[in-house]
């Protein structure tokens, strides 16, 4: 995933949402209709905190939590919608220094090295008390999504899921390494590159700790002539991804995993990477052909900030803007 310059929010928890209409449930006009954005945030925790139960919206949502002192109470997680807390913890976890309830349950967890795995039905309203120094991302993965995906690719039906607990999760920890960076910081990927996370959790989830039974082999092909068309059109039209993956499998008339591999098998990328190769391209169209400061090629090239221009040009590219520029010839800054 890329730093690709999105706003990004550290949440106070005195201002969790409680409701659709709160200030962090900002949503945007989706071809006609609102669509809650996916959100990553950052959260500290401590004595002084007055948190006892976060609401999840009809999102997809990464938020980071760290404890800075012990937690007063205890603090409940739900969800408005049928939902998964899938847990991965940043940090070792030592059992006498935090408690787990599901179903008003404890459950006895030891002690819990760092990147292991929570997977827990928000339907069982799980709950955690900690000391200073607990240190978690939790992903909200909604039902909807891994039921559309399970129908894609030829499952019957899925049933229950698999509770997990410190389990050890060699995907799911590179998730969480993946995107600790970005929760907390001012920028944050675009949100086409969120859908496209949220996919492949739900792929991985449904695969590992889903009840499902494959009834047939999912349609293999890329997509029509028209539909390659009218999906890089938008995409050339929204460099900054502020596209959906719905959007795009609307304007095709498929569902949105169907969609997203009908269009790698045609690409062989996914959309979110063929986004980045023609922002670097108009980036280097412009760094050759223009003297705008570096700062502008970012802004006119998609990307938020100069910064999240520098790292991904630099990780695609094998050199910073300023560097590519001079060694090809372009024109030096206004």
Known sequence: MSADGHPCRTIDPRDQPGSPLDPLSASFRSMGQAVLEPLTAFMRLDESSTLRKYREL???????????????????????????????????????????????????????PAFRANVIDLAAEPTIWGERGIHYTHFHLRRAVIDE?????????????????????????QMARGVAPFLGRDVRPPPLALDQLELILAAHVMKQYADSRKKSSPTAGGLAAWQRGRVTELL?????????????ARECELSVSHFARSFKASFGVTSHQWLTARRIE?????????????????????????????????????????????????????
């Open 149 to 173: 995906l399970a129908a894609d690719l030829g499952y019957a039906g899925i049933g229950d899921f698999r509770g997990a607990v410190a389990e050890d999760d060699a995907v799911l920890a």
């Open 236 to 248: 050339r039209e929204n460099l900054d991804g502020a596209v959906r993956l719905a959007d795009l």
């Open 58 to 112: 009809d999102r997809f949502s990464i938020l980071g939590v760290e404890t800075t002192g012990r937690l007063a109470e205890a603090v409940q997680k739900t969800s408005n919608v049928r939902a998964l807390l899938v847990s991965i913890s940043l940090r070792s976890v030592p059992a006498r220094e935090y408690r787990l309830w599901v179903d008003g349950k404890v459950v006895s967890t030891g002690n819990i």
């Open 282 to 334: 108009r980036a280097k169209e412009l760094l050759v052909l223009t003297n705008l400061p570096l700062a502008d090629v970012a802004s006119h090239s998609g990307f938020g900030d100069q910064a999240a221009f520098t790292r991904t040009f630099h990780l695609v590219v094998g050199a910073t803007p300023g560097q590519w520029r001079r060694e090809h010839g372009g024109r030096p800054e206004r």
